[in-house]
């Protein structure tokens, strides 16, 4: 059941309560102990404070982020990804389900004092416990993405009111290719027709191309980091759609081309033909109409690409609205840490920024990666956790 008891409206940015019933820290057990039939253990995590780099510089903590979660369940989360990383799915599912019983709970508490004295109170516990609970499932969908980040060994940018001097910025190492490397061949071809649209860097540019610099307004870099996070959630979501029509219209051709061919056995074993041999000319045949050749990543690329085109618009607004109201919430507090003023971290600014073509590719191509782990922490959460509809 998804039970909508919102305070005022939409949910707006930033929006943080106090945890009504708060948890304390939480350790796991020993690698070589059960986890699995046991509840988290609530002793401390100690985490050793130590000199570091500038807060500009990517340190070798994987929460070096511009978004710090605030909720007990992020910080906890953010613990155990820093100290003990093997535990981290589990901690997570653990998180979304008691996150899940303890909203359940004031609900079904609501819903049995209905038409009592204490009707409104629980009514307004539930509605607090509520939005207790969407602010925790923001920060462990955000920790589910850093998660993925860590895990291509890509640092996602600090905040760039710590990057900026004297007007400009520089972010190094640049890491194209593992960011790359998440996409497959037909969905990296349009994301760099993306990278050249929206920034004007040519996929076989050269380095002196790269490295030449640019001016660009702090708010319009903004609104390009946000656009890219939309666009690779709208390739996850239009590739996967595209893979499963694909998938099943593959299905129904072996299904159709066994039935013809089963009908045609006995013919042929009367010329002396055996079953295997009929049976390796059908697959052979399959694999040349699919186009499993030579040409087979650029047959694919223009296919995925005219399948994306021939969308009507209802298709490509399923497929390129956040599905939830956690993910939009999460998009603008990530956007507002990262572009922020630092004081007030709004977005109005009228800053040009000073920077190269290569710093631009950067932020476009981990702002694509974000888009596309967030398509992945959202189906994940909403599967334990029932997220609002946006």
């Given at each position: 059941?998804?039970h ?22 939480r350790?796991?057990p ?7 039939r ?6 401390g ?5 130590r ?32 100290n ?46 509520e ?11 955000y ?23 004297n ?14 490397s ?11 027709e ?7 860097l ?11 610099t ?15 996070i ?46 295997n ?9 399959q ?93 994940y ?10």
């Open positions: 059941m998804d909508n008891l919102s305070l005022h409206g939409p949910a707006k940015t930033l929006p943080f309560l106090p945890p009504s019933k708060p948890r304390g820290p350790s796991f020993p690698s070589n102990s059960n986890f699995g046991r509840r988290l253990l609530r002793s995590v100690v985490v050793q404070a000199a570091g780099p500038s807060p500009c510089e990517f340190s070798s903590s994987p929460l070096n982020t511009p978004l710090e979660p605030n909720s007990p369940a992020g910080k906890f989360l953010s613990r155990v990804l820093q003990q990383r093997q535990y981290f799915n589990l901690a997570v599912s653990d998180e979304l389900k008691l996150l899940a019983n303890d909203r359940d709970a004031a609900v079904a508490r609501m819903s049995l004092s209905s038409g009592s004295d204490e009707g409104p109170l629980h009514r307004r516990i539930a509605q607090l416990k939005h207790e609970c969407q602010t925790a499932v923001e920060d462990v969908m920790m589910l993405i850093l998660y993925k980040f860590s895990e291509i060994r890509v640092q996602l940018v600090p905040k760039l009111s710590r990057c900026i001097y007007g400009r910025l520089e972010i190094w190492p640049s890491k194209d290719w593992e960011l790359e998440i996409h497959e061949f037909e969905v990296l071809e349009m994301i760099r993306h990278i050249s649209t929206v920034i004007g040519r996929a076989n540019c050269s380095v002196t191309d790269s490295w030449a640019t001016e660009i307004q702090r708010l319009r870099l903004g609104r390009v980091y946000v656009a890219s939309l666009y690779g959630y709208f390739l996850k979501s239009a590739s996967l759609r595209y893979y499963l029509e694909e998938c099943l219209a593959s299905a129904h051709q072996d299904l159709h081309l066994t039935h013809r061919n089963s009908l045609q056995f006995p013919e042929a074993w009367s010329y002396g033909l055996k079953q041999q009929v049976v390796g000319c059908v697959n052979n045949m694999s040349i109409s699919l186009g499993r050749g030579t040409n087979g990543h650029e047959l694919k690329q223009e296919k995925l690409k005219c399948y994306v085109m021939g969308f009507d618009p209802e298709t490509l607004q399923r497929c390129a609205k956040l599905r939830s109201r956690e993910a939009v919430n999460l998009v603008e507090k990530h956007s507002c840490a990262l572009f922020g003023d630092g004081q007030t971290g709004l977005l109005d600014t009228d800053e040009v920024i000073l920077t190269s073509f290569s710093s631009l590719k950067r932020l476009v191509l981990e702002a694509i990666a974000f888009g596309s782990f967030l398509w992945d922490a959202e189906e959460a909403d599967a334990v956790y029932k997220l609002k509809e946006n």
